[in-house]
Nanobody
Framework: VQLQASGGGLVQAGGPLRLSCEFR????????MSWYRQAPGQLREWVAT???????TYVDYVKGRFTISRDNARNAVYLQMNSLNVEDTAVYYC?????????WGRGTQVTVSS
């Protein structure tokens, strides 16, 4: 499985950004897809997950601001981020998980300026 995240960049506080992650190499619909992030000097933390059945869950501090979605026809998962704040600055990683297997892509940097 190969995962390629994109869409990061520099954005002003309060602005939106949409991340994408392309999935290759296996049956996309069999995987739960997640976004994680890692801020400088911090551990990687979970942000959101969407199951193959389109059920989504979020860490509390992004609820109402971030939306995870997936397109099984395009083998892609997205993270729409609104009302960004400086604390959202991090490298964002996508993850694919199915029973017994977990895969990571290279991250995409999101920087929110005040």
């Amino acid at each position: 499985v190969q995962l390629q995240a994109s869409g990061g960049g520099l954005v002003q506080a309060g602005g939106p950004l949409r991340l994408s992650c392309e999935f290759r190499g296996s049956t996309f619909s069999a995987y739960a897809m997640s976004w994680y992030r890692q801020a400088p000097g911090q551990l990687r933390e979970w942000v959101a997950t969407i199951t193959s059945g389109q059920t989504s869950t979020y860490v509390d501090y992004v609820k109402g601001r971030f939306t995870i979605s997936r397109d099984n026809a395009r083998n892609a998962v997205y993270l729409q981020m609104n009302s960004l704040n400086v604390e959202d600055t991090a490298v964002y990683y996508c993850n694919a998980w199915t029973s017994g297997s977990s895969f990571w892509g290279r991250g995409t940097q999101v920087t929110v300026s005040s």
